[in-house]
């Protein structure tokens, strides 16, 4: 063989090579997107409840899909008084004696990851998932 076939056809095999490595990402991709997929249609089922809770004591469990007119609760001892709004799928502080507010202006919450707290009443509210399935992922990681 000349030289020049030997280059040909050493091209023509590195070009198979990374059309099958081009083939075998792809795969893996759609394989990927295939699992994320269903791991988010098990996800679907899941239903957001919140816990209330102070000084690590649980005051409250609401299964916020299951509410279904707006609400409120009074949650008030010798450290002060805070006021919890529940409607439909949410919950958030809408009152509180405490100077800052910090836990009045976090608004509204409805999924894990962002938490509500009022440090000086020792006011926690927390949105977990519970049902359909846990698939490994947390909040964050989506």
């Known amino acids: ?45 899941a239903h957001a409840v919140a816990t209330v809770a102070r000084n690590g004591i649980v005051l409250e469990t609401i299964d916020l ?12 001892d010798e450290s002060g008084a805070n006021v919890v709004a529940v409607e439909p799928g949410r919950i958030r502080v809408v009152e509180a004696d405490c100077p800052d507010k910090v836990c009045v202006n976090a608004g509204w919450i409805d999924a894990p990851g962002k938490p509500i707290a009022c440090v000086p009443h020792g006011i926690t509210i927390v949105v977990e998932r519970e049902g359909g399935g846990a698939d490994g992922i947390d909040a964050l990681a989506r």
């Open 1 to 45: 063989m000349s030289p020049q076939a030997t280059g040909a056809a050493g091209k023509a095999r590195a070009r198979r090579v990374e059309i099958l490595f081009a083939l075998a990402v792809a795969a893996t991709a759609l394989v990927l997107f295939a699992c994320a997929q269903a791991a988010g249609a098990a996800q679907d089922d």
């Open 65 to 76: 899909a299951e509410v279904s007119e707006p609400y409120t609760l009074r949650f008030e």
